[in-house]
């Protein structure tokens, strides 16, 4: 009998380590005018952002459960925590002064080493709150300003963040949305000034420890005229057997000529419901890069969208996305082009084992406005045995007639005719399974920064039954 | 010359079908001879080859298999590559994602159990492309994706050369190449020969390749079985009359 492969899961166990969350403070369970109001109280929210919270709370209530895309039926918001602020006063600064175990959480994650190694700034979140936030005394010296939306909204930029703050993504888009803007907490707030080009990333880490609770912050970036950031962000969790919440907000506004790269590298546990929303609007000239590796969660809706509102302004987004046993993704891009001359380009790979499903779902709509527009989508599944299921759902709008735009699908199965083919040059069929897999993503793992990189590799690493060689 | 493989009394059909492919094949080579299979169309020369290496398109249903003194019958494809066989296929596949020169690293680090330093290996590849003027840009191609034809069938050469296989079995590496790349292939077998000193067993319509090989024996296979044997003087024969005669046994 030959023993039959199997590509193994992911190897969770660096991430799936957990403390109590007992002498943390937590609202009750569900969502009511109360909670959010506490939430308000906790925070010493601005009024208007406590009227906004509780505009957010009746919108939520309005609007239906989305019932295009994968089953959210797990997801029973009576239950869900909204709010836990970790045991700690308050945010800190230096790292020595962050609690034990928050801190050996993060240390398990490599995230000082990598802020020691290669960033210009660290954020921390853990569950609801920022508990460390610190960026090189040269990067702020020179105007940039990086720090978590509590701190802003009463610090300088508190008029830009209130002018600004989910205007891109209004409550009104998606019960989610609406849901994000009554309980959002913790996350960041990054300005670049004019003409500032920051050559090492900036990083926020997202960790969600408590049991049963959501996670909703919110990511507000301005990147000035002719200004350059990258920004990365990681988020993980322990697993638990009830269904936890990640419902963020991801806002970016790029102005003329200036570049924002942002790149997330999610690994949520297998409860996790991650209904994220992220949106960027680029100026004249200015361009969008979205670098994008999905491999947790049980169930994900995301699709970054970026709104080309200059003429020649650009996107790219670059994405790979790997469901395994459990697991129904659903990701992709949306991209509206609003001005001549913007061109956006896309470029995914998922990959689907042990019955995991992937639906890429992409959107292109060329405005009227949008003359000498480009477009070309690309984007290929691979599926590793014929349990899993993968979907492509691409839509294109266009409205203009002087607009270029391609699409370009491919899925795939592992043919037995290339895994004999590797095999007869001596490879195991584990081995021969393996490479394919890595060569599939590779042409997408290699924009991922270098540490990034590394952490997929992990991440990907497929771990074959019976031995090798 | 010492036996090398010995195929007794085979029998094969293709996995999920009942009809016999290779019927009871007797075949014999020894180390380092040079062996030729010639055949009609649908014969089974190909099924013969993929079959050998372990296939799991085919099914041996009777007989055995033996490479090396060991019973080989049921082995898998890798175990086989790795005791020293190797099969030039007649449509090497496309694989993205995995550049030539990794495939034939990745397959030589297996297939020795040892790491190999990378600047000897580059060297080695580059030296081996240029006696079968392939452009060196190929070996960061991904794997025969976008190749030409005849691109392809260098790049089988190539492998062939690296991996050094006691027994290379080409399955119509000449078929459908022009004159230059048939030349170029030739050479490459020639140099196969004089390098590493293995044996071959030729799947081939064609007797271009065999010009500069001293042929040792050559098959004749009809419907799934070894009708006859001879010396080189077969091959000119089978190349005068075709297979008719054969066919009527």
Known sequence: MKEKTQVEDIDRSIYDFRYADEDAYKVEEGLTEKIVGKISDEKNDPDWMREFRLKSLGIYNEIPVPDWGPSIDGLDMEHIVTYVRPNTKRMQTNWDDVPEDIKDTFERLGIPEAERKSLAGVGAQYDSELVYHNVRKEVSERGVVYTDIESALRGEYAELIKEKFMTLVPPTDHKFAALHGAVWSGGSFVYVPKGVHLDIPLQSYFRLNAKGAGQFEHTLIIVEDDAYLHFIEGCSAPKYNVANLHAGCVELFVGKNATLRYSTIENWSKNMYNLNTKRAIVDEGGKIEWISGSFGSHVSYLYPMSVLNGKGARSEFTGVTFAGNGQNLDTGTKIVHNAPETSSYVNTRSISKDGGINTFRSAVVIGAKAKGSKSAVSCESLMVDDISRSDTIPAMDVRCADADVGHEAKIGRISDETVFYLMSRGLSEEEARALIVRGFADNVSKELPLEYAVEMNNLITLEMKGSIG | ?249
Do not use: C
């Open chain 2, 1 to 249: 010359m010492a036996q090398l493989l010995k195929v007794e009394d085979l029998k094969v059909k293709a996995e999920g079908k009942e009809e016999e492919i290779l019927k009871g094949l007797n075949l014999e080579v020894g180390e380092g001879e040079v062996h030729v299979i010639l055949g009609p169309n649908g014969a089974g020369k190909s099924t013969l080859g993929s079959s050998l290496i372990g296939s799991p398109e085919y099914e041996k249903i009777g007989g055995k298999v033996y490479f090396k003194g060991e019973d080989i019958t049921e082995e898998s494809a890798d175990k086989i590559a790795k005791m020293g066989m190797f099969l030039s296929f007649q449509n090497p596949i496309e694989v993205p994602g995995i550049t030539l020169s990794n495939f034939i690293k990745t397959s030589l680090e297996i297939k020795t159990g040892e790491r190999i330093r990378l600047w000897d290996f580059k060297k080695k590849l580059s030296e081996t492309m240029k006696l079968l003027s392939m452009d060196e840009g190929y070996a960061d191609r991904d794997l025969n994706v976008g190749f030409s034809g005849g691109e392809k069938k260098k790049a089988e050469i190539l492998q062939l050369l690296m991996l050094k296989p006691d027994l290379a079995i080409l399955d119509e590496t000449d078929s459908g190449l022009d004159v230059d790349a048939v030349h170029i292939v030739s050479k490459g077998i020639e140099e196969y020969r004089k390098s590493v000193g293995g044996a071959l067993m030729i799947i081939t319509h064609s007797t271009k390749i065999l010009e500069s090989l001293n042929v040792d024996k050559t098959h004749i296979i009809v419907d799934g079985r070894v009708v006859s044997e001879g010396g080189p003087e077969l091959v000119s024969e089978v190349n005068e009359n075709g297979f008719e005669k054969y066919e009527n046994m």
